[in-house]
């Protein structure tokens, strides 16, 4: 969730104006309001919304996510070669009831005053921090693009991934140091885009919401369950140097735990 603006009505139904989130909150204080039930309220309507259409993107991400790439390590969900900037529209009524008036694929970018230019600024400067591209030698990759196309052509692609150290209905009792190299993978992938937040917040998973929402996906995502347990048993707190007991010794340290 990043720091989108807050647009109201102006006295006597003239121009909208924008507020940023600090704005908002800071009127809410004023107003006696509870800004920080508004947002948890916000929150749930987003996540919701998400996994309403969970399967189709999962599917639509796959499909478009099947190259594996030179060197690739063992992982569990497609390759993180994609992503998207949502715009929800949200309205709260006096009931600080938030309801969606609809969601953007493609929200406006553009700038109308030096606070829009500085909020979306950032939120696209934060995005990019977060996906973590990585430099890549462009013949290198397609070439191996082109195998992968034979291969498949001709049936001889290998199963992509590798074997789960764990299954759907022992991964909730699992200790983290019996998780296998592609658990890891994920966890470590996830922690990184973690400290490459910036203002961004993460709302799912995390620690309150990780098992709030599992029952409201169409079929348990293994890959979620992993995220779920990491998080119960002390999520980024099992890469401090106090708590290595918790981490397989062959789980790369962290230079840092410092975020962006």
Not at 172 to 187: F, P, S, V
Request: hydrophobic fraction near 40%.
């Amino acid at each position: 969730l990043g720091g989108v603006v807050a647009e109201s009505a102006g006295a006597g139904g003239g121009m909208a104006s924008k507020w940023s989130l600090q704005e908002l909150r800071a009127y809410f204080g004023e107003k006696g309001l509870n800004y920080p039930l508004l947002m948890e309220r916000v929150h749930d309507l987003i996540i919701k919304t998400l996994l309403a259409v969970e399967p189709v993107t999962l599917s639509a991400l796959q499909q478009g996510a099947t190259f594996a790439g030179p060197g690739a390590s063992a992982q569990l969900v497609a390759n993180q070669n994609c992503f998207e900037i949502l715009g929800f529209d949200v309205l709260a009524d006096e009931d600080l009831r938030p309801w969606l008036l609809e969601v953007n694929t493609f929200p406006s970018l553009a700038s109308s005053s030096p606070l829009d230019k500085r909020i979306k600024t950032r939120l696209v400067s934060d995005a990019l921090t977060a996906v973590g591209l990585h430099p890549f030698d462009h013949e290198l990759v397609e070439r191996a693009a082109k195998e992968d196309q034979m291969k498949r052509l001709q049936g001889a692609l290998p199963r992509a991934g590798v074997a789960r150290s764990h299954t759907v209905q022992s991964i909730g009792t699992a200790a983290l140091r019996d998780l296998g190299e592609a658990e890891w993978q994920l966890i470590v992938d996830t922690h990184d885009e973690y400290l490459r937040r910036g203002a961004l917040e993460r709302i799912f998973p995390t620690q309150a919401t990780s098992r709030q929402y599992s029952g409201l996906f169409a079929a348990p995502r293994y890959s979620n369950l992993v995220l779920a347990r990491w998080l119960e048993c002390g999520a980024e707190r099992c890469f401090k140097p106090d708590n290595a007991d918790l981490v397989p010794p062959w789980v790369p340290r962290l230079a840092t735990s410092e975020a962006c």
